[in-house]
């Protein structure tokens, strides 16, 4: 493994376990560096501050569930996009779980709007490329949302039925558009 792949992977790691007692306004670059047993230039060699720790972890994280499958505009609206919105969920709700604690969930929200936006300018539809940030936080926020609540309230549901409570949502909401 790389070296600098490694520097990351242990400052991460060790900045999730910090977290897990600590606010990250708290944490200092000097206590990160000292028990990830590395040097405060490997720190700066791979970030600029702990927000980009973070934005690492996310990015990885979200690398390993989502791959580019935003670049396919029928993703969004497929059950294939919710399913792998729990399980990123459910995947990762340690982490979630120290970020909400912390209120740290905005980091991972802009983080997400982020990536998701990225691919919303190959979108042959001109309107969601003019309004991408609406259609994100309309399609993908919701979504989002959900499934941080789920993770706050101590995964109450299991991912199956999550999934059939959102697709409840989906024909509610059909239905209700059809009617009026």
Same mark, same amino acid.
């Given at each position: ?29 000097? $206590? ?37 499958? *935003? ?34 969930? $905005?980091?991972?929200?802009? *983080? ?36 941080? *609540? ?6 109450? $549901? ?9 697709? $409840? ?12």
């Amino acid at each position: 493994m790389n070296k600098s792949i490694k520097t990351k992977k242990q400052v991460s790691k060790t900045l999730i376990k910090l977290l897990n007692y600590k606010p990250l306004d708290l944490i200092t670059i000097k $206590e990160l560096t000292e028990k990830a047993n590395v040097s405060r230039t490997a720190f700066y060699n791979n970030f600029h501050t702990l927000e980009d720790v973070l934005k690492y972890i996310y990015q990885n994280a979200h690398k390993q569930v989502f791959k580019d499958k *935003y670049s396919h505009l029928s993703y969004v609206y497929s059950d294939e996009h919710i399913k792998d919105m729990i399980h990123f969920f459910d995947k990762n709700s340690k982490l979630l779980l120290v970020l909400i604690k912390w209120n740290l969930i $905005e980091f991972i929200a802009k *983080y997400n709007t982020e990536i998701v936006l990225s691919y919303t300018q190959h979108y042959k539809n001109k309107f969601i490329r003019e309004h991408a940030f609406y259609f994100i936080s309309y399609y993908h926020g919701s979504l989002f949302n959900i499934c941080t *609540y789920w993770v706050a309230s101590g995964k109450q $549901e299991s991912s199956d039925t999550l999934f059939k409570m959102i697709k $409840e949502f989906e024909k509610i909401k059909f239905v209700y558009n059809q009617k009026g």
